[in-house]
């Protein structure tokens, strides 16, 4: 079992940046892969990030690609999702996620999830 908690939501106005972090407890953090959904009103959940246990080359979704950034550090038990240049389509509740698979993550199929944090983008 693993308990994932969100951090860093917000108001931004467009073109702004956050910060978002997960903090994990239970089982050991570096036992799972790591990724980041989002759900905007009216929307299914989509993928926005994933990455691998060691901190390995992470994988972006195409719509946030060069501006949202996903890491971890394993030592603090923390995932991390910068996100730049926001867009008011960035609106939306930001999920985190784990699960011993990153093909299962990245395919949506995850184990944990956190209880999500609001962001929201004023244009």
């Known amino acids: 079992q693993v308990q994932l908690v969100e951090y860093g939501g917000g108001l931004v106005q467009a073109g702004g940046s956050l910060s978002l972090s997960c903090a994990t407890s239970?089982?050991?953090?570096?036992?799972?892969?790591m990724g980041w959904f989002r759900q905007a009103p009216g929307k299914e959940r989509e993928f926005v990030a994933a990455?691998?246990?060691?901190?390995?080359?992470?994988y972006i979704a195409d719509s946030v690609k060069g501006r949202f950034t996903i890491s971890r550090d394993n030592a603090k038990n923390t995932l991390y999702l910068q996100v730049n240049s926001l867009k008011p389509e960035d609106t939306a509740v930001y999920y985190c996620?784990?699960?011993?698979?990153?093909?299962?993550?990245?395919?949506?199929?995850?184990?944990?999830w956190g209880k999500g944090t609001l962001v929201t983008v004023s244009s």
């Open positions: 996620a784990a699960d011993t698979s990153l093909w299962d993550i990245r395919h949506g199929s995850v184990d944990y």
């Open positions: 990455i691998s246990r060691s901190g390995g080359p992470p």
């Open positions: 239970g089982r050991t953090f570096s036992s799972y892969a």
